[in-house]
């Protein structure tokens, strides 16, 4: 059956999320901006300043939450075109231009280029929405760039020593986590539509729920481990990985007090291999071909799709382009 997505018009708080409760059971869109301004590009940065590995995707941005029906755990997702990735307390985000964003993630970073013909109101919006659900800064570009790719800095396990990757083995390893990250983000999305996740079994939430966290607001967000924890394990189980696995103890960056997020035990995480090995295997069973319908995102997930042709393919099938530069604005914003 497909995923219902809801789109009521919710008005968005100043200072914070709806007070009334997301549906359940659907996705909810917050936000959509392209159509005639233009369509939004996303981009894999990485290297010296304004050098960006890819373009891999364009077309209208949006974010999107989503809630499992009858429990407050929650995600909320940018999507471009059809790379999706998610937004929480711990992931940090810069604006880096009028219209240029960055999203830190482990391993890589996004840059994300708005509709050239955004409106100011419009990008005040999004700006809302990011200093709701991530660590939100506004940096010019000097200071925002060495900041990123710090964070986005992934290393090996404990003794494990690094190797001397050639810079296309790097840059191949940064696209194939990136379209791995979507994929993830797409797989934790459907197990809360889908109700796959069980809150009392498969998770782990970091402070209770109680009344008043609930007052605050009644969501529990995912936090950015739910979606790099999945990518890890996959990684790690088809051997891609630099160094062993474990999930991650620390957050990147503290969330606000008293904010409760949720991410997969190792009870959950182990549903979710089951769940990617069992779709990679039926559809090597039928013949599939990755990339056809929804199967894309396991097949990504699972490592069907390797080497530099996937983010070609993906790239070519939104119009986008997979070289180019994302230039950081050296003025802050306003």
Known sequence: MDVERSTNALALKETGFPAVALPEGVDTELLRLGGPTGPALLHVVC???NQCVACIQSG??????????????SMVSCVVGDHQWPLAFDSPALRVGLRKFFFAFPGFFYGL??????SDEDVERLETILKMFCTYENEAGEEAY????????????PGTPLPEPSTRDETTAKLQRALRTSAAAKLVTKVLLRN?????LHVDITAPVTSASLAAGPHVLASLRTVSDVVDAVEAARGIGVGGWSMAPDLWVEPPDGSSYWHFNVAGLTMVLRAV???AARAR??????????????STLAGQETGMSTVEDESHASGASTSGNFVIETARPS
């Open 196 to 200: 796959a996740v069980d809150p009392k």
């Open 146 to 157: 060495p900041k990123m790719k710090k964070l986005s800095i992934r290393g090996p396990s």
């Open 60 to 73: 209208d941005l949006s974010v999107i939450a989503v809630r499992r029906s009858g429990s407050p755990l």
């Open 277 to 279: 090995a069992a779709v």
């Open 47 to 49: 290297g010296s300043v």
């Open 285 to 298: 069973a039928v013949g599939r071909v990755a990339g056809q319908g929804g199967g894309r995102s396991f």
């Open 113 to 118: 280029a708005l509709p050239e013909g955004s």
